[in-house]
């Protein structure tokens, strides 16, 4: 399955959104059941899943459940509301344990996914391990406000701290072979700081990002994805190598730059990930 660029909360008790959530354009769709939810209605939102659930599926977009976190006494409920509606996974808040991690992978039902987000400290520091535990781990992501909360400061003043850790997280489902999904961006009424911040995101090494609001998800399936600039080069540079090698030669120039290896492998994931999103013939 492809990874996606857009991850696109949507309030579970908030039907009348769900209609335009599966027309954003987001490669999937998040139906939440933690923070966005109040307490008197965390169990009576989980009736509203299979409505929204089959309006993505028909759209083409993946399906999450964001559940409650593994200490509240909504978790186990969620995970089995999750499986009914045949979620492609749930995204699980506030990790920071990994065998508490490998405990919900005994929990969960079969074929389904789990996202984890570290926002805490000890989350954040515990990244490398979080993102082994099971099989089933496929994606961890960084929440940047609830991080914040627990470290005392503001985010916006406190850029070098919330920098180092999204590049910590990202670097960590990378050696873990996960894809690293970024943090959401807040104020949904600056499209210009939504575009610096997954521009960050994309030199980081982030492949998705989370979106709280459908005008979001163009940004982010933009800036993540490979530009027709992007494309034109790596095609160029493949089919360059590709007959350079051919000849036992493994360094030559494209647009006077030095194309080896690394470049080249470079240029074929460009393509692959292109392809991955209907960009150029797969």
């Given at each position: 399955m492809t990874d996606p660029r857009s991850l696109l909360f949507v309030p579970s008790n908030r039907p009348d959104r769900f209609e335009k959530a599966s027309r954003s354009g987001a490669d999937a769709v998040i139906l939440d059941l933690?923070?966005?939810?109040?307490?008197?209605?965390?169990?009576?939102?989980?009736?509203?899943?299979?409505q929204a659930a089959d309006l993505a599926a028909a759209a083409g977009q993946s399906v999450y459940v964001r559940v409650n976190p593994v200490d509240t006494e909504w978790h186990t409920g969620d995970l089995a509301?999750?499986?009914?509606?045949?979620?492609?996974?749930v995204i699980v808040p506030k990790c920071e344990d990994a065998d508490v991690v490998a405990g919900i992978d005994r929990d969960l039902a079969a074929g389904?996914?789990?996202?984890?987000?570290?926002?805490?400290?000890?989350?954040?520091?515990?990244?490398?391990?979080?993102?082994?535990?099971?099989?089933?781990?496929?994606?961890?992501?960084?929440?940047?406000?609830?991080?914040?909360?627990?470290?005392?400061?503001?985010?916006?003043?406190?850029?070098?701290?919330?920098?180092?850790?999204?590049?910590?997280?990202?670097?960590?489902?990378?050696?873990?072979g996960v894809q690293p999904i970024d943090t959401a961006?807040?104020?949904?009424?600056?499209?210009?700081?939504?575009?610096?911040?997954?521009?960050?995101?994309?030199?980081?090494?982030?492949?998705?990002?989370?979106?709280?609001h459908p005008d979001q998800v163009p940004i982010v399936n933009e800036v993540l994805s490979p530009s027709p600039a992007e494309i034109d080069t790596a095609q160029r540079i493949v089919a360059a190598f590709d007959?350079?090698?051919?000849?036992?030669?493994?360094?030559?120039?494209?647009d006077d730059k030095l194309v080896d290896y690394p470049i080249a492998q470079r240029a074929q994931a460009t393509l692959e990930r292109a392809a991955q999103f209907g960009l150029v013939a797969s």
């Open positions: 933690e923070d966005s939810v109040g307490v008197s209605q965390k169990v009576a939102s989980r009736d509203n899943l299979q509301a999750a499986a009914r509606i045949g979620a492609r996974g389904l996914e789990l996202v984890l987000i570290l926002e805490t400290a000890a989350g954040v520091l515990n990244a490398v391990a979080l993102a082994r535990p099971s099989d089933r781990v496929r994606r961890i992501s960084f929440g940047a406000y609830d991080f914040a909360l627990d470290m005392g400061v503001v985010p916006e003043q406190a850029h070098a701290l919330m920098t180092s850790s999204r590049i910590h997280v990202a670097m960590a489902a990378v050696a873990a961006f807040a104020d949904v009424r600056d499209p210009g700081a939504m575009r610096r911040q997954t521009e960050e995101a994309h030199g980081m090494g982030f492949t998705g990002k989370f979106a709280i007959e350079a090698e051919r000849d036992g030669i493994a360094a030559i120039t494209v």
